[in-house]
């Protein structure tokens, strides 16, 4: 089992920066994949990006290449968002995910981190 929290969340102006932090604990091993995903209101929840927990690749949606950049930290079991240049589009509940391996489903899920801009 994993367990997830999100934190970091909060009311920032556009062009603002924010950095969203994962808590991850249980049994994760290098294999694992951690993500990010977003669901704003009235949308259904949209990937972000994900890094694997070994560090060696990540991926991002095309709507946020440049913008955002994920990173983890093993020592700290921690998976981090960097949210820069926010827009009121970025509007949403944030949620960290995790899964066993890149090609399956994740099925490990935060409760989830309000950020909200202000435009």
């Known amino acids: 089992q994993v367990q997830l929290v999100e934190s970091g969340g909060g009311l920032v102006q556009a062009g603002g920066s924010l950095r969203l932090s994962c808590t991850a604990s249980?049994?994760?091993?290098?294999?694992?994949?951690l993500g990010w995903f977003r669901q704003a209101p009235g949308k259904e929840r949209e990937f972000v990006a994900r890094?694997?927990?070994?560090?060696?690749?990540?991926d991002y949606a095309d709507s946020v290449k440049g913008r955002f950049t994920i990173s983890r930290d093993g020592a700290k079991n921690m998976v981090y968002l960097q949210i820069n240049s926010l827009k009121p589009e970025d509007t949403a509940v944030y949620y960290c995910?995790?899964?066993?391996?890149?090609?399956?489903?994740?099925?490990?899920w935060g409760q989830g981190t309000q950020v909200t801009v202000d435009p």
């Open positions: 995910a995790a899964k066993a391996s890149w090609e399956v489903s994740y099925n490990y």
């Open positions: 249980g049994r994760i091993f290098s294999t694992y994949v």
């Open positions: 890094i694997r927990w070994s560090g060696s690749s990540t």
